[in-house]
């Protein structure tokens, strides 16, 4: 059997929730035990060897619950494996937005100058659903089982 770990997320509208759920689903695959929860739910980290926390960039900010995630459990993460990921970009890599992105969340963990990642990454996200439009989505679900198999290996 393999370690056990933690998926934590913030999300606004679902699509991290998602994101999260799929990473595990991955891990488990790979004979881990896994627990997905909201990270403002999470009171306690217990015995979980590896840590993995996402949240949304919005209007150029991560998710506050992330923040409060770390600030919170700061004394054991500091001795812990740590994964992050964030959901930034709505349009495709060719129109540019994804190196802004990257910098973005390097800057909200720049805030956290104690937290060392074993790895971060950075997923497309999706628009904010809006009556009668279709939002774009541009999560990459084969990157995003890529990542949570790379993070245990």
Sequence with gaps: MGMRILVAFATKYGSTREVAEAIAATLREEGHEVDVQPAGNVK???DHGLVVLGAPLYAG???KDAHRFLKR???ILESRPVAIFALGPRKPPSEGTWPRSREQLDGALAKHPWLAPMTTALFGGVDPPKKGKEPRDQRDWQAIARWASEIVS
Aim: zero cysteines; charged letters at 10%.
């Design 44 to 46: 306690a980290l217990g």
């Design 61 to 63: 900010n991560w998710h």
């Design 73 to 75: 459990h700061r004394s």
